[in-house]
């Protein structure tokens, strides 16, 4: 496989589940990003996980949880989700070179999330 | 507050005909500006994307127009084809290792492209 995987593609789950989203990316980068897609939005940053470094997005509520084991895998941990959760959660990765100019994102397809 | 301004949200230009989207920014810190095309059920794909060291950058029937006094940059697309209908966002980043790579991204143009 090449480029960014994620996993599941569809993912329907109700307010009290527990679930979880995979994203592993096999391009040797350094740093991996959670994005939400909504209807009508921008894409809003979630979560950097970057050089061992972790940065989130104050405004994104504790019933998302990201983990990073290692740098070619991302998780996002979902519980007690809200309608209003209901979209499309890309991951995407980069290389961070210090002193060096990089790339952009290669983004994966995107898990689509309804929560009912 | 929203860093990346696009315009328009949807646009409809005939086969054969040149597609412009617009985007705007505030932050003159911003060294990186990176196109991004859409496409339904796929993430996003790099487009193309410029520096603010050159006005313009062309790949093969896209271009990029840049304008640094303006903060403005804008996205070109000549002989418009039905497969270019899709989804563009520009974004825009500071590149150095402190920022973490962080994009921040338009709201996105919906391109449709009659045959």
């Known amino acids: 496989e090449t480029g960014v995987t994620q996993t599941p593609r569809h993912l329907v789950m109700g307010m009290t589940n527990k679930k979880s989203l995979k994203c592993e990316q096999h391009?040797?980068?350094?740093?991996m990003y959670w994005y939400k897609q909504s209807a009508k939005k921008p894409l809003e940053l979630m979560f950097v996980?970057?050089?061992?470094?972790?940065?989130e997005n104050n405004s994104v509520p504790s019933r998302f949880s990201p983990e990073c084991p290692n740098s070619s895998h991302l998780f996002l941990h979902l519980h007690t989700l809200q309608p209003e959760d209901s979209a499309l959660y890309l991951c995407?990765?980069?290389?961070?070179?210090?002193?060096?100019?990089?790339?952009?994102?290669?983004f994966g397809s995107g898990t689509r999330l309804t929560v009912v | 507050q929203q860093q990346v301004k696009q315009s328009p949200q949807s646009l409809i230009v005939q086969k054969g005909g040149i597609s412009i989207i617009n985007c705007a920014y505030e932050?003159?810190?911003?060294?990186?500006f990176p196109w991004y095309q859409q496409f339904p059920g796929k993430g996003p794909a790099l487009l193309i994307a410029?520096?603010?060291?050159?006005s313009e950058k062309k790949e093969g029937r896209f271009t990029i127009s840049f304008n640094k006094s303006a903060k403005q940059f804008s996205l070109h697309i000549m002989d418009s084809q039905p497969g270019d209908s899709a989804t563009y966002f520009c974004?825009?980043?500071?590149?150095?290792?402190?920022?973490?790579?962080?994009?921040?991204f338009g709201r996105g143009t919906q391109l449709t492209v009659w045959p």
């Open positions: 995407a990765s980069s290389q961070v070179v210090p002193g060096s100019r990089r790339d952009g994102y290669t």
């Open positions: 391009l040797g980068h350094n740093a």
């Open positions: 996980y970057s050089l061992e470094e972790r940065v």
């Open positions: 932050n003159t810190a911003f060294d990186y």
């Open positions: 410029i520096r603010p060291d050159v």
């Open positions: 974004a825009a980043s500071i590149d150095r290792v402190s920022t973490l790579g962080r994009l921040y």
